[in-house]
């Protein structure tokens, strides 16, 4: 996929995040990894832009050392991106601020193994990273300490995080997240759901890998 095509494909997600009210207005992030002639880095949507709003020269490049062309601004929360590219084996990025990853953030350590679609994150639980100033480097280590075995996190009073080997592998893993999020949630309005057993959800982790490959 050559550099106009990813940008369309930000564009597209991001735009999801409004006609699907997944990630309000402004909020939540998306990028893809990608190579310009010799340097390495990846594609993100800008900062403080209207997801709804966006266009091609809006979407940034940032290198793997954290370099921008002048006159461009990324999304702040670029550095958790870059992180995410040098130690997660992933081809794309989603942050949204979708409403039940923010609610379950705000109330919940660890959302645990009440459903074994869990599983779908290549873990036996969703993750909530600790709270840290947005943009931050401490945000992004917190992040990265709870992504070293999973494909997707929550973040503690802020919203969620999910990677891919796609664009649209991360968004439909975002989604996942998302319904996951609002069943324990209503859960627990009633009472705290019964647990999957450590023995069964490594039974689901073993065959759910091959879920979405037929």
Same mark, same amino acid.
């Given at each position: 996929?050559?550099?106009?095509? @990813?940008?369309?494909?930000?564009?597209? &997600? *991001?735009?999801?995040?409004?006609?699907?009210?997944?990630? /309000?207005?402004?909020?939540?992030?998306?990028?893809?990894?990608?190579?310009?002639?010799?340097?390495?880095?990846?594609?993100?949507? /800008?900062?403080? @832009?209207?997801?709804?709003?966006?266009?091609?020269?809006?979407?940034?490049?940032? *290198?793997?050392?954290?370099?921008?062309?002048?006159?461009?601004? /990324?999304?702040?929360?670029?550095?958790?991106?870059?992180?995410?590219?040098?130690?997660?084996?992933?081809?794309?990025?989603?942050?949204?601020?979708?409403?039940?990853?923010?609610?379950?953030?705000?109330?919940?350590?660890?959302?645990?193994?009440?459903?074994?679609?869990?599983?779908?994150?290549?873990?036996?639980?969703?993750?909530?990273?600790?709270?840290?100033? &947005?943009? *931050?480097?401490?945000?992004?280590?917190?992040?990265?300490?709870?992504?070293?075995?999973?494909?997707?996190?929550?973040?503690?009073?802020?919203?969620?995080?999910?990677?891919?080997?796609?664009?649209?592998?991360?968004?439909?893993?975002?989604?996942?997240?998302?319904?996951?999020?609002?069943?324990?949630?209503?859960?627990?309005?009633?009472?705290? /759901?019964?647990?999957? *057993?450590?023995?069964?959800?490594?039974?689901?982790?073993?065959?759910?890998?091959? &879920?979405?490959?037929?």
């Amino acid at each position: 996929m050559n550099e106009l095509d @990813k940008k369309r494909q930000i564009i597209k &997600y *991001s735009q999801l995040f409004s006609t699907n009210s997944f990630s /309000p207005i402004r909020s939540g992030n998306i990028s893809i990894k990608h190579k310009r002639k010799d340097v390495e880095g990846f594609l993100i949507s /800008p900062s403080g @832009k209207k997801n709804i709003e966006l266009n091609a020269t809006d979407i940034v490049f940032v *290198s793997m050392s954290g370099e921008v062309k002048k006159n461009k601004t /990324p999304s702040s929360e670029w550095r958790f991106h870059l992180d995410l590219y040098k130690s997660v084996k992933c081809n794309a990025i989603v942050h949204a601020h979708s409403k039940f990853s923010v609610i379950c953030s705000c109330l919940f350590k660890e959302i645990p193994s009440f459903h074994y679609m869990i599983a779908l994150i290549e873990s036996k639980s969703i993750k909530v990273a600790k709270y840290a100033l &947005y943009g *931050s480097k401490k945000l992004s280590k917190n992040i990265l300490e709870v992504m070293k075995n999973s494909k997707g996190c929550l973040i503690s009073n802020h919203g969620q995080v999910t990677v891919g080997d796609s664009i649209g592998e991360a968004y439909e893993l975002a989604e996942e997240v998302e319904l996951l999020c609002e069943y324990y949630y209503h859960c627990k309005l009633y009472k705290d /759901p019964k647990i999957i *057993s450590t023995k069964e959800m490594n039974k689901v982790l073993e065959k759910i890998l091959n &879920y979405k490959k037929k």
